[in-house]
């Protein structure tokens, strides 16, 4: 367990009082290496910390949501060249002098058009779900530093489940 003037020392200041807001961060993953009474100290020195920690986890959840809506965008503009790619093609394959050959190819490239937007549907949804996971880590990563800290009990247990219902 790391004592405080170890956990001073890290963060570079003198006292708890003195900690900024880019090392809240550093002593957010420090908290469970430290000893109890040191956490409490530091967190009772610094009770901006829960507010900061929060302004920190809302300024990361707008950067998701900026990431989610670039990607929504990019998405969207693939799509839409997708869509004018089968309109051209469903407008050649309307044309009657067309021989059964040139008919094949044309059904054969909107097929491969439709593949396409599969894959990338399904590039889309990985995307999302890694973001969805990357968030959940973030904040129940924090919550649980923030509860062991404080002397919260953060053991989900199996019985636990059965007892709530």
């Known amino acids: 367990m790391m004592s405080e003037e170890k956990v001073l020392k890290k963060l570079d200041i003198v006292d708890f ?14 908290l469970d290496k430290m000893n109890p009474e040191v956490a409490k100290k530091a967190l009772e020195q610094f009770p901006e910390f829960a507010n900061t920690t929060k302004e920190m986890l809302t300024e990361y959840k707008e950067s ?3 990431g989610l809506e670039s990607n929504n965008k990019s998405v969207k503009a693939v799509y839409d060249t997708y869509n004018a790619v089968i309109t051209s093609l469903q407008k050649e394959l309307e044309k009657e002098n067309l021989t059964f050959e040139q008919k094949k190819y044309i059904i054969e490239q909107m097929k491969d058009v439709a593949e396409k937007v599969d894959k990338k549907d399904t590039e889309n949804k990985r995307f999302i779900a890694g973001m969805a996971t990357l968030a959940a880590i973030v904040v129940s990563s924090t919550v649980v530093v923030l509860a062991s800290a404080l002397g919260g009990n953060t053991q989900i247990k199996p019985d636990d489940t059965d007892k709530a219902v």
């Not at 009082?17 to 420090?30: E, G, P």
Request: glycine share 0%.
């Open 17 to 30: 009082r003195h900690l900024t807001k880019d090392k809240v961060i550093k002593m957010a993953s420090m």
């Open 64 to 66: 998701l949501d900026e």
